[in-house]
């Protein structure tokens, strides 16, 4: 091998990215410097400042807090690529259904209820993401229905609003109970190891 040669191919391997692609999960609109998000960025060395205005600015019509799946891919140059996907499938769910937060124990409780017309919504909305791009509306359908089961959504034909109502009424005592149960169980714990 020539020494011009070698000079070509160590060239070539210094513009080797070996750099993975973050991905994380940033609330709309409430980019930060801090973190977790500030030291991720800054072992990838992307100017934090620039990417927290850029993020906020591309985020300014959605709701503050919704949580947003992106994609940061970073350039030799430290310049980046982001990409922003759709809030999480289980998001979506939680919302339709109208609740904060899923089941402690997905297949023995119901968190909440959601109709099928909120499920084939919400699918259509997650088709639109890059990663589903191949999939089919009854593909996304399906994936859905797992991500239902895991959060103890029930997926049902009608929903009474009044009967719905008193649904997350008693489901607001299970879950006062659930965390009283938690509550005791960190106290004895700690009473046994302090």
Not at 136 to 143: F, K, N, Y
């Amino acid at each position: 091998m020539s020494r011009q040669s070698g000079r070509v191919m160590k060239k070539l391997a210094e513009k080797v990215d070996h750099s993975s692609r973050l991905r994380t999960n940033i609330p709309a609109g409430m980019a930060v410097a801090g973190p977790p998000l500030g030291p991720m960025l800054g072992q990838r060395g992307i100017n934090i400042a620039a990417f927290c205005k850029d993020f906020n600015e591309r985020t300014k019509d959605i709701k503050q807090g919704v949580p947003l799946p992106c994609r940061v891919s970073v350039n030799p140059d430290r310049s980046y690529q982001l990409a922003i996907h759709s809030p999480p499938a289980t998001f979506f769910l939680k919302q339709a259904a109208g609740i904060q937060r899923g089941a402690v124990e997905p297949g023995r409780e119901t968190a909440g209820k959601i109709t099928r017309k909120h499920l084939y919504e919400i699918a259509k909305i997650k088709l639109q993401d890059p990663p589903n791009a191949l999939l089919t509306l009854q593909q996304m359908c399906e994936m859905l229905v797992g991500a239902s089961r895991t959060c103890g959504i029930e997926i049902v034909d009608r929903l009474d609003s009044e009967d719905y109502q008193r649904f997350l009424d008693e489901r607001k005592i299970i879950l006062e109970e659930q965390r009283q149960k938690r509550q005791e169980a960190r106290e004895a714990k700690m009473t046994r190891t302090g």
